[in-house]
C-alpha cells in the first residue's frame, strides 16, 4: 500500500467531464490499496478570469483582496473534484488550505510554505476517503488566506507530499511529460525518462513550463519523487528524482530557450572600481534582477568599459529611466537596447564530468553561422544569447548535434 499525492492542474479539471475522468483515476488507485490525496488547481482560464475581474475593478488591486478572489479557483475546483468523486461511487471530503492547514508567511500573491500539518489529511485518508486539497493557497499567521504564485498549485502538492510522507508525486498534466526541448519547434523532441532535480531547477528557471520552480526545489529537498505525466493517457511520463550514476552519464539532457530576455549595453563607462556596483546596486534596490552580465574593454578608449547584462523584457521598461540616469553619472555616452535575442541553453549533469561541451556548443552554432552575443555558464549549464530569428535552427542543431534525437536509456 502505498501513499499517493495525485495533483490536477487546470486543464486537466478544465471541465465537468474532465473532473469526471479525474474522479475516475482517483478511485481507480484507491482500489489498488493506495490512499490518495488529490490536488486540484482551478478550471483552466479560471484564474486569470478572477485576476482580470480585480483589475477592472482598480488598476493596482489590494494584494490581500487578490488573494482571497484568486483562492476562490481552487475551492470550486475541489468541491466539484469531490461531488466528482462521490458521483462515481467513491467516498471524498474538499480540503481548503486554511483546514488543512498550509501555513505560510504573509507575502499576498506569491507567499511561500512554511509548514503543513497533516493531521486533517490523516484522519480524512484513516475514514476511507480521498482528500481533495485545493492549490494554490494557504492561510498566514493571523488567518489571512494566501496563495503561492501563479503555476502554485505544483508546489502544493510537493510540499504536502512531502509533508505526509507520500511516495510519490504525481503530477497529471496536459502534456506527457518533460521533453528534450520544445516539440513545436524541434520534431525530434522526445520525452525524458527521468531527469535530475537540478536539471529540472535549470530547465524550470529557463522556461519549461511543466512545474513551477518552487515545487521542483521543495522535491529536491525532501527528495520526493515526482512523476510529471498526462491525465488524459496511463503511458508513463517523466521521474524527476535524486541523481544516480546513469543521470551523471547523458551529458546533455534537454535544450531550452527563453524569449523573454532584452540586452542592454551600456557603452563607455568609467573603467574603475565601484562602476558596476553602482550600476547593478541600482537595479537590485528597485528589485529587477540581472541575469547575464559581460564587461570588456570599450572599443572607444582603453579607460573605459562597457557592460552588456540582460534582464526580463516585463522589466525593461520600467528599468530604463534609471539605468539611463546611472550609466550617464558613470560615464557612458550612450546605452543600447535590444528585444530582438533570445537565450538557448543546454542542460545537463554530465557536464560536471565531460570537457569540451561549451566548446562543442559553440561549433555546432558556428557551423551553423549563428554570431553569439553572449555567454553564461554554470556547473550543468552553458547559455549563449544569439539573434532571435536563429531560435529554431539553433534549437535543432544543438538538439540533433548533442544526440537527444535518440532515446537514450536512463
Ligand atoms: N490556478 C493557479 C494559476 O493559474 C495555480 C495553478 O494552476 O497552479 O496560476
Ligand atoms: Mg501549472
Not at 503530477?171 to 525530434?188: E, H, L, M, R
Not at 523573454?260 to 528589485?287: S, T
Not at 555558464?377 to 535552427?393: D, F, G, N, P, R
Request: proline content about 2%; glycine content about 8%; some cysteine.
Amino acid at each position: 500500500m502505498a501513499l499517493v499525492v495525485q495533483k490536477f492542474g487546470g486543464t486537466s479539471v478544465g471541465s465537468i467531464d474532465r473532473m469526471r475522468n479525474v474522479a475516475r483515476r482517483a478511485i481507480a488507485a484507491q482500489k489498488k490499496g493506495d490512499k490518495i490525496v488529490v490536488i486540484v488547481s482551478a478550471m483552466s482560464g479560471e484564474t486569470n478570469r478572477l485576476l482580470g475581474l480585480a483589475h477592472q475593478m482598480v488598476a493596482v488591486p489590494d494584494a490581500r483582496e487578490m488573494d482571497v478572489i484568486a483562492a476562490t479557483g481552487e475551492q470550486v475546483a475541489a468541491a466539484l473534484t469531490a461531488m466528482a468523486i462521490q458521483n462515481e461511487g467513491g467516498q471524498a471530503r474538499s480540503l481548503l488550505g486554511h483546514q488543512v492547514k498550509i501555513l505560510t508567511d504573509g507575502a499576498f500573491t506569491k507567499a511561500r510554505i512554511k509548514t503543513i500539518e497533516g493531521s486533517k489529511i490523516f484522519s480524512t485518508l484513516e475514514q476511507g476517503q480521498i482528500a481533495v486539497v485545493a492549490g494554490f493557497q494557504g492561510v498566514n499567521e493571523h488567518g489571512d488566506i494566501t496563495t503561492l504564485g501563479r503555476g502554485g498549485s505544483d508546489t502544493s502538492a510537493v510540499a504536502i507530499a512531502a509533508a505526509i510522507g507520500a511516495d510519490a508525486c504525481e503530477i497529471y498534466t496536459d502534456v506527457d511529460g518533460v521533453y528534450t526541448t520544445d516539440p513545436n519547434i524541434c520534431p525530434s523532441a522526445r520525452k525524458i525518462p527521468r531527469i535530475s532535480y537540478e536539471e529540472m531547477l535549470e530547465l524550470a528557471s529557463l522556461g519549461a513550463k511543466v512545474l513551477q520552480i518552487r515545487s521542483v526545489e521543495i522535491a529536491m529537498k525532501y527528495g520526493v519523487p515526482v512523476h510529471v505525466r498526462s491525465s488524459f493517457s496511463d503511458v508513463e511520463g517523466t521521474w524527476v528524482t535524486g541523481e544516480d550514476k546513469a543521470l551523471e552519464d547523458v551529458v546533455v539532457a534537454g535544450v531550452a530557450y527563453d524569449k523573454n530576455e532584452a540586452r542592454v549595453h551600456c557603452v563607455g563607462l568609467n573603467d574603475k572600481p565601484g562602476v558596476v556596483a553602482e550600476l547593478f546596486g541600482a537595479m537590485a534596490d528597485k528589485n529587477i534582477s540581472v541575469d547575464m552580465i559581460i564587461q570588456n574593454v570599450s572599443k572607444e578608449s582603453h579607460d573605459r568599459a562597457d557592460v552588456t547584462f540582460t534582464l526580463a523584457k516585463t522589466d525593461l521598461l520600467r528599468a530604463k529611466p534609471f539605468i539611463e540616469e546611472v550609466a550617464k553619472r558613470l560615464g557612458s555616452q550612450e546605452v543600447r537596447y535590444d528585444e530582438d535575442i533570445v537565450k538557448v541553453s543546454i542542460v545537463g549533469l554530465g557536464m560536471r564530468s565531460h570537457a569540451g561541451i561549451a566548446a562543442k556548443m559553440f561549433r555546432i552554432m558556428a557551423a551553423e553561422g549563428i554570431n553569439i552575443q553572449a555567454i553564461s555558464t554554470s556547473e550543468i549549464k552553458v547559455s549563449c544569447l544569439i539573434h532571435a530569428k536563429y531560435t529554431e535552427l539553433a534549437v535543432r542543431a544543438l538538439h540533433d548535434g548533442f544526440g537527444l534525437a535518440k532515446a537514450v536509456e536512463r
